[in-house]
């Protein structure tokens, strides 16, 4: 069983910069492929990035490619999410999510969640 904790959120201007990390307990860190997630208020989960095991491969959604950077620290056990140039319509509650083997865009398709850490950009 793998255990992730988010931190980092917090309330930006439009046009700023958060980091984002996610600290993975109780399994072997690098046997998982990474992704976070975001939810805003009445919408559907949706997929933001995605990185693997050894980092070789990341993935993003169009509306933050460029902006963010997904990245990860096997020997921290921690996976990141740099997010610059934060636009309103990034906010929402961000999740990170592990899965054997290789990203996925699917949230169905991940096996454990963290709590989620809230992220609020001001126009």
């Known amino acids: 069983q793998v255990q992730l904790v988010e931190s980092g959120g917090g309330l930006v201007q439009a046009g700023g910069s958060l980091r984002l990390s996610c600290a993975a307990s109780?399994?072997?860190?690098?046997?998982?492929?990474m992704a976070w997630f975001r939810q805003a208020p009445g919408k559907e989960r949706e997929f933001v990035a995605g990185?693997?095991?050894?980092?070789?491969?990341?993935y993003y959604a169009d509306s933050v490619k460029g902006r963010f950077a997904i990245s990860r620290d096997n020997a921290k056990n921690t996976s990141y999410l740099q997010m610059n140039s934060l636009k309103p319509e990034d906010t929402a509650i961000y999740y990170c999510?592990?899965?054997?083997?290789?990203?996925?865009?699917?949230?169905?398709?991940?096996?454990?969640w963290g709590q989620g850490t809230q992220v609020t950009v001001s126009s």
């Open positions: 999510a592990a899965r054997y083997y290789s990203v996925d865009a699917s949230p169905e398709r991940y096996n454990y």
């Open positions: 109780g399994g072997t860190f690098s046997r998982y492929a």
């Open positions: 990185i693997s095991r050894g980092s070789s491969n990341t």
